[in-house]
């Protein structure tokens, strides 16, 4: 009987070692690669969140400014000028101008990054002093 060398015996040993680590290596791979996909699908998932929530407080500062600005109109129906409102943690920048027998509101507010702006429209009556809203929207910002 004729021994074959040691290193003939382990030879299938060896080759299924390797396929085993090539099957691992890969398995390995792939699942680094996923959760290296999920891990930045959901950290843009939260920074959408984010920014939403700093557009709506942003939105909530200026429609605060605007409402304010209403009530200067009320009080003094020949206001106007540029002012800061306070809500909170947040600003809006007011500026309030007169055109004859309209009064223009400008209201805009930055969080985060995130600007809004709010323009409205007011009628004035001189002879009653009734202060009524003609338009009122949102403005786009660049």
Do not use: W
């Not at 909530?60 to 000028?81: H, P």
């Not at 004035?124 to 809203?133: D, H, Y």
């Amino acid at each position: 009987m004729r021994h074959l060398p040691l290193a003939i015996c382990h030879l299938p040993f060896a080759r299924r070692a390797q396929a085993t680590l090539s099957l691992v290596m890969l398995i390995g791979g792939i699942s680094v690669l996923m959760s290296v996909a999920l891990s930045f699908l959901v950290s843009s998932f939260l920074n959408v969140g984010i920014g939403f929530e700093a557009g709506e407080r942003a939105l909530a500062a200026a429609r605060a400014g605007n409402d304010d600005a209403m009530l200067q109109l009320v009080r003094n129906k020949d206001y106007s000028g540029d002012y800061t409102f306070s809500v909170g943690s947040y600003a809006a920048s007011v500026s309030v101008s007169q055109n004859t027998g309209e009064a223009t509101i400008v209201s805009s507010s930055t969080v985060a990054g995130r600007t809004k702006k709010i323009c409205t429209v007011a009628s004035v009556n001189a002879e009653t002093g009734l202060i009524a809203p003609v338009s009122s929207g949102l403005i786009p910002c660049p």
